[in-house]
């Protein structure tokens, strides 16, 4: 596990030793967060002894690209159902998706929204046959483990005093409550707008797995910048600025929202001189493919949001 040291101006004048953890380079085909909630999953998957996947996503998902890498590489069927209409060619996530040999079916808006009822379930796998269903975003309490793996593997490089993290479903972020195990704080960054309903997730997700409820974490809901896969010019500013600072790319749904909130907390003065603060690169880059099918190249439109 690379972590980076970032020499952030205002971390430095605070007197805060930023990190980021790159864990979007710990797999070169399901990077960060995804790979590690799918490992116990997919093991669960073998050991009942299905060959196929099933699960739920966008149409610019990260879960979906991973789902449908993770079959490939493993030698299991996937099948993706799409939240929305089919609507002429396929965007490069899901023809990728496709490539890997993902089998696409569309769900009307209704339909998807009451994915985790039983009985549309259970129309549904009766429509594609025996499956192992993985849920949007791939969140579920066997979804914990693998990412709790990031706080012992984190620990047995460097000390820190917080560890935060981008949420979209929350699951992540439990998992590193999980591996915490109620030592150090956590800070969770909420992707989506009036998010404060994930800490009941979360907070769920923990007592399932472990049987504990953890409070040593904060959720932070306002730096959404508009919703889920919403953005404004100046969290578009510091993506760019912080590549050029630091050689690194974040993306504008999760990290990028992640690194703009962190350094604004440190500007604030949230954390006390002197302590270390890591940020983990969750990966998702690969959403950038949506925003650029929407609005053209990067290199293009940076400017104008500079």
């Not at 093991?43 to 490939?72: C, K, P, Y």
């Not at 060619?89 to 696409?104: E, F, I, S």
Request: charge should be neutral; charged fraction near 15%; hydrophobic fraction near 40%.
């Amino acid at each position: 596990m690379l972590i980076q040291e970032l020499q952030e101006p205002i971390a430095t004048q605070r007197g805060v030793r930023l990190l980021l953890c790159r864990d979007d380079l710990t797999h070169p085909e399901l990077p960060g967060n995804k790979w590690r909630k799918l490992k116990y999953n997919l093991q669960e998957a073998r050991s009942q002894g299905h060959d196929t996947l099933l699960t739920f996503g966008g149409a610019f998902s990260n879960h979906i690209a991973a789902v449908a890498a993770a079959g490939r590489l493993l030698g299991f069927r996937t099948i993706g159902l799409i939240r929305g209409e089919e609507t002429g060619p396929l965007n490069p996530t899901l023809a990728r998706a496709v490539a890997d040999g993902m089998h696409l079916r569309y769900l009307d808006r209704e339909t998807y929204r009451r994915q985790h009822e039983p009985a549309v379930l259970a129309e549904l796998l009766a429509q594609t046959g025996p499956a192992y269903v993985l849920p949007e975003g791939g969140t579920n309490a066997l979804a914990l483990p693998g990412c709790a793996e990031l706080v012992t593997e984190l620990a047995a490089q460097t000390s820190f005093d917080f560890l935060a993290v981008a949420c979209g479903t929350g699951g992540t972020l439990a998992g590193l409550l999980t591996g915490l195990a109620g030592q150090r704080a956590a800070l969770g960054v909420a992707a989506l707008k009036n998010g404060g309903f994930l800490s009941g997730e979360i907070n769920e997700l923990t007592q399932a797995a472990t049987g504990h409820t953890y409070h040593n974490y904060q959720l932070l809901t306002d730096y959404h910048c508009g919703g889920y896969a919403r953005f404004s010019a100046e969290l578009l500013t510091f993506i760019h600025d912080f590549q050029t600072r630091h050689g690194v790319l974040l993306d504008p749904i999760y990290t990028g929202k992640l690194l703009y909130a962190l350094v604004d907390q440190i500007r604030q003065g949230r954390f006390p001189a002197g302590s270390t603060v890591v940020a983990v690169h969750t990966g998702g880059l690969q959403g950038w493919v949506g925003f650029e099918q929407r609005f053209g190249p990067r290199s293009t439109w940076w400017p104008a949001v500079s």
